[in-house]
């Protein structure tokens, strides 16, 4: 069974319909890319997902079930929301780390805030604070950034910064990691170490969904690629098949648009 | 050298020492009040529900458009007119009286430091919290806040500064603050008259007072220079 399915999502800024009739369904452990020029919807996508938007049409179900429906106010009630949202994690294009708080604490914090809400935080705070440390410490380690745990982000690179992102939104262990763009705001010779990472995740089987700009990488790393168009999904299929053999005329012109840059 | 062991000056002195502990009160209890009042006025201006967004900025718009000394006149003597209420006789009438004046004056000019302040965190910080689990009020308490206090830092300093100088306005339904006492002892005060030095004098008190606040609050602020 699908761990993500998609149904019939459409999202409307006013009279401005940015998503229209999007279905598409992920199987666990898989990568998703999605590709497309800017302003086709792919960053509003992602965000439907994560609840920054509401779709006014369609439904999302996780693992079979239901956890949005557009035509059911039950499931856009914020405090079913907020749990709900654990399913996804989200990496942004512009990082949005907290500069106030050290790397680690910046992967530890929403956990460290989650665990309040046990019923045995009280009697087993510290172990239980301790634990989220070393996790924290651990996934670091992972993105190759063990010595930068005490470091504040305005003391790291765009490329280190986004690690730490990265390692923020794996600890809290979602089903789902979406990635929006994470290499735009980089320079060009920081994006190899983040798409390194990204890839290292795909080799481990993490389901994700990278809205991206880096055809090569998403040939390589995604198993399945979505080309976006004008909001609505123009093409869908295998990742080589898309860009090395794309169906449609609008894929082929979008992917020679790329080949010549 | 006569001069500073002279009874005179030690009359003086207890008198202007007396008034500035008034003055400190006053200073204090503004503080204390208009800090906490302005971040709910600012939430209140802030509002998505359109009626309270609207009466928020009114009263905000009325306050900081119309003089302090016009609002503490009013506040003193238009409930006696009116038969509203009466104030406590006396001096800690008066005091009182000031206080709300103050509170709810600097109150209004913190909410729009605040707002500029909360405004000022960019949005992707309230989303990755949202993202993340996180509830609106744990966001406020564990991201915006601290970067919010960083941001208004420089402002609020200002304003604190003017709050200093401010307090004097309150001789104007005769509190018996620094000034008051300074120009006392023009008028006659325990057996002195004709002196200006003593009103001169006060100087020293705001300029010391002033210096320690804005000592204080670059303090702060380096305090916080930790994150960007």
């Known amino acids: 069974m699908a761990i993500l399915e998609v149904h019939n999502i459409e999202k409307h800024f006013g009279a401005t319909r940015v998503l229209e009739d999007i279905s598409f369904s992920l199987e666990k452990g898989q990568a998703l890319a999605i590709i497309g020029s800017s302003g086709s919807g792919k960053t509003t996508l992602l965000r439907c997902l994560n609840f920054l938007e509401t779709p006014n049409h369609g439904s999302i179900s996780v693992n079979g079930n239901v956890i949005f429906d557009a035509n059911d106010p039950i499931t856009q009630r914020e405090s079913e929301v907020r749990k709900k949202r654990l399913h996804f994690g989200l990496v942004f294009q512009s990082f949005n780390l907290f500069p106030q708080y050290t790397a680690l604490k910046n992967v530890t914090l929403a956990k460290e805030l989650l665990s309040q809400e046990l019923p045995e935080y009280k009697q087993n705070k510290k172990a239980i604070l301790e634990e989220i440390q070393a996790e924290g410490r651990e996934l670091l380690k992972k993105m190759g950034l063990s010595d930068r745990a005490d470091h504040y982000p305005s003391q790291l690179s765009g490329g280190q910064q986004q690690r730490v992102a990265i390692a923020r939104a794996l600890a809290l262990k979602p089903d789902i990691l979406c990635f929006d763009e994470p290499t735009s705001a980089l320079d060009p010779e920081l994006t190899g170490e983040v798409l390194k990472v990204i890839r290292g995740l795909a080799e481990q089987k993490t389901t994700m969904i990278i809205v991206t700009h880096e055809m090569a990488f998403a040939r390589d790393v995604a198993d399945e690629v979505i080309f976006m168009d004008g909001g609505v999904i123009v093409e869908k299929g295998p990742a080589r098949q898309v860009i090395e053999h794309p169906q449609e005329e609008r894929t082929r012109q979008f992917l020679s648009r790329y080949a010549e840059n | ?228």
Request: aromatic share 14%; with cysteine.
């Open chain 2, 1 to 228: 050298m006569e001069f500073f062991t002279s009874d005179t000056f030690r009359t003086v002195l207890t008198a202007l020492n007396t008034g500035f502990l008034k003055t400190l009160q006053l200073f204090f209890i503004t503080l204390l009040g208009a800090l906490p009042l302005g971040l709910i006025i600012s939430f209140g201006s802030m509002s998505r529900f359109t009626p309270l967004r609207w009466l928020t900025r009114t009263v905000v718009w009325v306050i900081r458009g119309t003089p302090l000394v016009l609002q503490i006149i009013a506040l003193f003597y238009v409930p006696g007119m009116q038969k509203w209420f009466n104030w406590p006789s006396g001096e800690s009438g008066r005091m009182l009286a000031v206080c709300v004046a103050f509170v709810i004056n600097y109150a209004c000019y913190f909410s729009e430091i605040y707002r500029g302040g909360i405004q000022g965190v960019p949005k992707g910080q309230q989303e990755a919290g949202l993202v993340l689990g996180m509830t609106k009020l744990q966001i406020f308490r564990h991201i915006t806040l601290l970067q919010m206090i960083k941001r208004i830092v420089p402002p609020m300093s200002n304003e604190i500064i003017t709050l200093v100088k401010d307090t004097s306005l309150a001789r104007v339904i005769a509190l018996q603050e620094v000034i008051w006492m300074g120009e006392s002892f023009m008028k006659g005060n325990s057996g002195i008259a004709g002196l200006t030095w003593p009103l001169f004098f006060t100087a020293v008190y705001y300029l010391v007072f002033s210096g320690i606040v804005t000592m204080l609050l670059g303090k702060l602020e380096r305090k916080l220079s930790f994150f960007q």
